[in-house]
């Protein structure tokens, strides 16, 4: 007997995403050809519905494939830089303060920089999401103890001690539209680095994400 092939929960996702894609696009030509379907009360529903399900699918890639790393030398400020950039229409269009500070003389950091760079995406998105117009949302960047310390806070709604003790948790979500996979993605992504993340929270104060990465990776996730 032949032993049947072992795929990985990113080769499904990826294989359920082409269909998907598909069905996107046919009700989309059917909304063309047809525009008075495009009227009915549960057609937004319906392309929610498939836009939620792409996303998961996604997010299950990228979390099963957040602890496997390529390393590279990522420039801290220019890497920091370009993410907050990409962030900063959208903050003024809602009148919030993105703010990028740097309190270290380091020049560089061995990580993955896409993984890395999904961190961030995850948490600006997220503290968007929570601020209101006038809030501020701050990116301090600091070397300390051969560790790389960056903290991503913000002004917004904050979260109380019940909800912060699950952010973490994968499927946990408290948003309408969300995975709750994002933080799981992100503690996964930090803790490969062999880093840490901290989060404290206050409601109606704000949120803090401080994130720890070692300078010298470990030993055992390093590329010959």
């Known amino acids: ?49 498939i836009n939620y399900m792409s996303q998961l699918l996604s997010e299950l890639s990228s979390l099963n494939s957040s602890q496997t790393l390529n390393y590279s030398q990522i420039n801290i400020r220019q890497f920091l830089t370009n993410i907050v950039s990409s962030f900063s229409s959208s903050a003024q269009i809602q009148n919030k303060e993105l703010t990028l500070n740097f309190e270290t003389e380091q020049k560089t950091f061995s990580g993955d920089a896409l993984k890395i760079r999904e961190i961030f995406v995850n948490l600006i998105k997220n503290a968007l999401e929570a601020t209101e117009s006038g809030d501020q949302i701050v990116i301090d960047v600091k070397s300390r103890w051969n560790r790389l310390i960056i903290t991503v806070s913000d002004s917004g709604s904050g979260m109380d001690a019940c909800r912060l003790s699950t952010i973490f948790e994968p499927f946990v979500t408290y948003k309408t539209d969300g995975t709750g996979l994002g933080l799981t993605i992100v503690k996964n992504i930090v803790t490969a680095h062999g880093g840490a993340v901290q989060v404290y929270s206050k409601p109606g104060i704000g949120t803090k994400f401080i994130l720890i990465f070692p300078l010298t990776p470990p030993e055992k996730t390093k590329e010959n």
Do not use: A, C, F, Y
């Not at 007997?1 to 030509?29: A, D, R, Y």
């Open 1 to 49: 007997m032949h032993e049947q092939p072992v795929l990985s929960l990113s080769t499904i996702s990826h294989e359920l995403k082409n269909p998907l894609t598909l069905i996107h696009s046919t009700l989309q030509l059917i909304g063309r050809h047809h525009p008075e379907v495009v009227d009915d009360p549960l057609w937004p529903q319906l392309l929610l519905d």
